[in-house]
């Protein structure tokens, strides 16, 4: 069975820092997608980053990036340069039969000034 | 722009009423997906919809049903409310393309049944 997991409830960082946040995965599909949405207070779900099973280089979206590491099965999510309005909910999660996703529980991510 | 959007942002209901969500989308994707997330959970997928009228079930069905008529339109259906379907809903909507992989997600409707 497929499964995501993110280990850490919540993080904190100051503004203008980097920060790392954990997304471990396990799927026997040899094709597969990862994501990362981030959900602010407003509840919206926004999509960041997506990676591939077969890319050969790691995802990058502006300050995001996704450090993916295939043997490791995981794929961080990287933000540079933290701001105020990073300060949300972010969960990874990863497709399943090219449909549905499955998410993981979610890290809260607290910026500080 | 993409947009999915839900009849409700906030909905209170009493127990054992019938209750409908509703969720269209305006990008003629053919897939949509019904999920519900709660503190410490994350999102679980409760169905989704392949087609017109196709539909699967997905982690955690129980208590729902859905209907799609239309390739716009996905509804949730609660069949007899109970307080443990209290949670926010959130549906979503893709093309079946495995290329295109983004999900795109309506605003979420917080249903309290009381």
């Known amino acids: 069975a497929q499964k995501i997991t993110q280990t850490q409830p919540g993080m904190f960082v100051q503004e203008k820092e980097a920060v790392t946040l954990d997304c471990t995965y396990d799927?026997?599909?040899?094709?597969?997608?990862l994501f990362w949405y981030k959900q602010p207070s407003s509840g919206e779900m926004i999509f960041l980053i997506y990676?591939?099973?077969?890319?050969?280089q790691n995802a990058t979206e502006g300050r995001y990036s996704l450090n993916f590491q295939k043997a490791r099965k995981s794929a961080n999510l990287v933000i540079s340069a933290s701001q105020l309005g990073d300060s949300a909910m972010y969960f990874c999660?990863?497709?399943?039969?090219?449909?549905?996703?499955?998410f993981g529980k979610g890290t809260t991510l607290s910026v500080s000034s | 722009d993409v947009k999915v959007t839900q009849s409700s942002r906030y909905l209170v209901k009493r127990t054992g009423e019938k209750v409908f969500l509703e969720c269209v989308q305006d990008?003629?994707?053919?897939?949509m997906f019904w999920y519900r997330q709660d503190p410490g959970l994350g999102l679980r997928l409760i169905y989704f919809?392949?087609?017109?009228?196709?539909?699967e079930k997905g982690d955690i069905p129980e208590g729902y049903s859905v209907s799609r008529e239309k390739k716009e339109r996905f509804s949730l259906i609660l069949e007899s409310a109970s307080t443990n379907q209290t949670s926010m809903y959130l549906c979503?909507?893709?093309?079946?393309?495995?290329?295109?992989?983004?999900?795109?997600f309506g605003p979420g409707t917080r249903l309290t049944v009381t």
């Open positions: 979503a909507s893709k093309f079946s393309s495995p290329t295109i992989y983004e999900q795109y």
């Open positions: 799927t026997s599909d040899p094709s597969y997608g």
């Open positions: 990676q591939g099973s077969y890319d050969q």
């Open positions: 999660a990863m497709n399943r039969a090219g449909t549905a996703l499955i």
């Open positions: 990008m003629d994707h053919e897939n």
């Open positions: 919809s392949y087609d017109v009228k196709m539909k």
